[in-house]
């Protein structure tokens, strides 16, 4: 059952950003264009997304347990190092320069286009970096 909620919430995600317009590398440039023909209809999409996940968040919080699993995940660290730091920037870099973010292009690859497989390897390639890179620095003991 945690798989078919999992496969079923990724569906209902991938469409919201198909129907929001978020898959579109020219509506999202569009809505960063603030010095040109800014297009702020994205920001009607924001802030609902925002209003359901806090109207979720609430619920959440009430609720001892999630329905598949047993207890919640929730981000428990407070501090910015570094490395978020800098990650933040480098995805605000790359959005704003080709107007995608990880979840609309994964999303597109439905489409079948080649710059968004162009995409979605760099960002599988810079995944993996990250990955290699913790392992051989980090000095804390799994846990």
């Not at 979840?103 to 710059?115: I, K, S, T």
């Given at each position: 059952?945690?798989?078919?909620?999992?496969?079923?919430?990724?569906?209902?995600?991938?469409?919201?950003?198909?129907?929001?317009?978020?898959?579109?590398?020219?509506?999202?440039?569009?809505?960063?264009?603030?010095?040109?023909s800014w297009d702020p209809s994205l920001g009607l999409v924001?802030?609902?997304a925002l209003a359901v996940n806090a109207a979720a968040f609430?619920?959440?919080?009430?609720?001892?347990?999630?329905?598949?699993?047993?207890?919640?995940?929730?981000?428990?660290?407070?501090?910015?190092?570094?490395?978020l730091l800098g990650g933040s920037v480098l995805f605000g870099?790359?959005?704003?320069?080709?107007?995608?973010?990880?979840?609309?292009?994964?999303?597109?690859?439905?489409?079948?286009?080649?710059?968004?497989?162009?995409?979605?390897?760099?960002?599988?390639?810079?995944?993996?970096?990250?990955?290699?890179?913790?392992?051989?620095?980090?000095?804390?003991?799994?846990?």
């Open positions: 059952m945690p798989v078919l909620a999992a496969f079923l919430s990724g569906l209902l995600f991938g469409a919201g950003l198909f129907i929001s317009g978020m898959t579109n590398p020219a509506k999202v440039l569009g809505f960063l264009d603030f010095a040109g924001m802030g609902g609430a619920v959440t919080r009430r609720r001892a347990r999630p329905l598949f699993a047993e207890h919640f995940a929730l981000p428990t660290r407070q501090d910015f190092d570094r490395e870099v790359g959005w704003g320069l080709v107007g995608l973010c990880p979840g609309p292009a994964l999303a597109d690859l439905l489409r079948g286009e080649l710059p968004i497989y162009r995409f979605v390897g760099a960002m599988a390639v810079g995944m993996l970096f990250a990955g290699v890179r913790r392992l051989l620095y980090t000095t804390e003991a799994p846990g």
